[in-house]
């Protein structure tokens, strides 16, 4: 779907920023770059989630080959030392192509072969083939571990007193650290291993520079695999956590149908195989049953908000409904004080629940769920009586002084405290505080009462739905009369006792996107021109408009520089989904060719950053370089989403 010619993987600077990812469907992966040099900390072709969909660990951080051709060896790798690229083997590649699998073509004098990479759905497990296409010859081949065996947030350091023990028999390899709870499994269709233990020091992973972190790593290579191949041979080797008790070939063709079976309905669109390619790799397994969705790679573990925005796209537009289900039943067994958790940990620790809108997002998502399913009976036996409980608690008062207020508007917020989805906060300082009635919120807010009026209708329950319907008319009255800011021709971005915040972000926009909406077609379509000209751009909308005087054009530096401009004018891709909705609305008898449009401008992202998914950010000002995740759930997901109503051909 994706091809990179020879030309272009030859630019080392270009080449370098290019990167793939393999998911697993645990919340493990294997990712790297396109010329195969990692990049980040978190780069590796066995990262497995040990707590599915968390807990991940570096295991493999990459494999090393040699072509030995008549005595003369040909490094294919390619690593950052200091100073120096070595070896420089993205020299031999001539196409890089990321269709089911990323593949890799490498062309050695007369041989030719063919590596493609393959993470394993639903096991900490990668598999790696070798195809001869050509050679005149027979040659020898070496295929060096790299391993790191660490916490994917660190690095590994050198320590010659780890001691390591391996065994290989019958094409098995198994590693053991002592300072390591999991061993290393490598399973081998040919060849043999030899020893060779040492440690290779000052690895560089370029975009850690950028990011302002440790950059340096340190990695063991216990010896190589050694393998004799002639044209039309084919080697598999197999990276696991675990005893490889299948055949490595099986298990590749078994994923191999798994992804066919995906994407068999896409009619030679390969645009929408490649994003229902890239939206399966978000929907993982927590714990032993449940599904839930990781929210970016590579970094991210499973948000509410993000997973509540991303549902319909992933799991709806895709037809994957029982995966849908178990994701919101995931979340509402973890309901709390009337919130769904904000964030499940890194490492097992109780859930968060700082967030306003995650749970008014889960009415959202169940609202389409139950327009796609017409599964009255999940949502009347598990969730509606849940939501009731939201609305009591939302309307008493929950965590974080989130409460409604006299007016019926949804007020929250503490000093210090972060709870929508503009949520950068560096040490005590709130990047974009928002207390008070935060626009987006009560958009959210009118929303989840109208679902629940509706829900009541469907379910007779007689006595809630004049009680739902009387608080929606009041919301909707006051959100008029509070956010509308006539000088400006669109809404305020929040309120706060006397204050009226007019800085001009794209929050207001589900005030006409959401399924119920808060202002007539004249307002929106003010509103939907006032975004045009300050906060559109091809890759999403900016967070903020240039205009303002604390608008941030870049997301660059540390962690203290880019936090401080995350959402003070970054682009974000999601945001293109709540803008189309927005456009269907305010501009209908146009809506197919400013859609297309939006679809048309974004699509040359698919072939940057990460390749075939959807970044996370961009900077806000052109060229709008891709930063932050490569591949966002939420990303994704809205652009499915309107790519399958408005772009398939």
Not at 87 to 115: C, D, M, R, T
Not at 335 to 357: K, Q, T, W
Not at 366 to 384: G, H, I, M, P, S
Request: hydrophobic fraction near 35%.
């Amino acid at each position: 779907m994706f091809t990179i010619i020879k030309e272009r993987l030859n630019d080392f600077s270009k080449a370098s920023k290019l990167e793939w990812i393999e998911a697993n469907g645990l919340g493990g992966y294997a990712s790297s770059t396109v010329i195969g040099m990692n990049t980040r900390r978190y780069h590796g072709l066995l990262v497995a989630a040990l707590n599915p969909p968390v807990e991940r660990e570096v295991i493999v951080s990459k494999l090393d080959e040699i072509v030995v051709i008549k005595n003369k060896s040909y490094d294919l790798s390619t690593n950052q030392f200091p100073g120096k690229v070595h070896p420089e083997g993205y020299k031999f590649l001539i196409e890089f192509k990321k269709n089911l699998f990323p593949e890799f073509v490498y062309q050695i004098q007369s041989a030719k072969i063919k590596k493609t990479i393959a993470a394993i759905n639903c096991c900490n497990k990668t598999i790696i083939t070798y195809e001869v296409l050509d050679s005149e010859n027979e040659f020898q081949f070496q295929i060096s571990p790299f391993i790191a065996m660490r916490d994917f947030h660190s690095l590994r350091k050198a320590d010659q007193s780890i001691h390591t023990e391996y065994t290989f028999d019958n094409g098995l390899f198994e590693l053991k650290f002592n300072d390591y709870r999991k061993n290393l499994f490598i399973n081998i269709s040919k060849g043999n291993f030899v020893s060779q233990p040492e440690w290779y020091y000052n690895f560089e992973y370029l975009e850690e520079i950028n990011r302002g972190l440790d950059f340096k790593e340190d990695l063991f290579k216990p010896g190589y695999f050694k393998i004799k191949l002639n044209k039309g041979d084919v080697v598999a080797i197999t990276l696991s956590i675990e005893p490889i008790t299948k055949d490595c070939f099986s298990l590749f063709n078994q994923e191999k149908q798994r992804r066919e079976n995906l994407a068999k309905d896409c009619n030679e669109d390969e645009i929408l195989k490649s994003l229902l390619l890239a939206a399966d790799q978000f929907i993982v397994k927590r714990k032993a049953m449940n599904k839930t969705v990781i929210a970016g790679y590579h970094w991210f573990s499973d948000w509410g908000r993000d997973t509540m925005i991303s549902l319909p796209g992933l799991a709806l537009t895709t037809k994957r409904l029982i995966d849908a289900q178990d994701i919101l039943e995931t979340f509402a067994n973890s309901l709390d004080r009337g919130m769904i958790p904000n964030r499940f940990s890194d490492y097992g620790e109780a859930p968060e629940y700082n967030s306003v809108d995650a749970t008014l997002w889960f009415f959202v998502a169940v609202k389409k769920y139950l327009d796609a399913t017409n599964d009255f009976y999940f949502v009347r036996e598990t969730l509606y009586p849940r939501f009731k409980k939201i609305i009591d608690w939302h309307q008493q008062g929950t965590r974080f002084n989130i409460h409604e207020d006299y007016d019926g508007l949804l007020y929250a917020g503490e000093p210090s405290v972060q709870l929508t989805w503009m949520d950068a906060k560096v040490g005590d300082w709130v990047v974009t505080p928002r207390q008070g009635k935060a626009v987006e919120i009560n958009g959210l807010w009118y929303n989840a009462i109208k679902i629940a009026e509706k829900l009541a209708d469907y379910f007779n329950d007689e006595e809630c739905i004049e009680m739902f319907r009387n608080k929606a008319k009041q919301i909707h009255q006051s959100f008029n009369e509070t956010f509308w800011n006539g000088q400006d021709s669109c809404l305020y971005d929040y309120v706060n006792g006397d204050y009226k915040d007019s800085a001009f972000r794209p929050n207001q926009i589900y005030a006409i996107s959401l399924p119920y909406k808060l202002l007539d077609r004249e307002k929106a379509k003010l509103i939907v021109d006032k975004v045009y000209d300050k906060l559109y751009t091809p890759l999403g909308l900016r967070t903020l408009s240039p205009d303002d005087k604390n608008y941030k054009p870049y997301y660059n530096g540390n962690q203290y520089e880019r936090d401080a401009a995350y959402h003070q004018g970054t682009v974000w891709a999601y945001l293109l989904g709540a803008f189309a909705d927005a456009i269907e609305y305010a501009y209908p008898d146009e809506k197919e060719v400013r859609i297309k449009k939006l679809i048309d401008n974004f699509l040359p992202h698919l072939s940057e950053a990460g390749i075939g998914t959807v970044s996370e950010i961009f900077d806000g000002d052109y060229p709008h370089i891709p930063k932050g995740c490569i591949a966002q759930a939420w990303s994704v997901a809205e652009f499915l989403r309107v790519y399958k109503k408005y772009g398939v051909k």
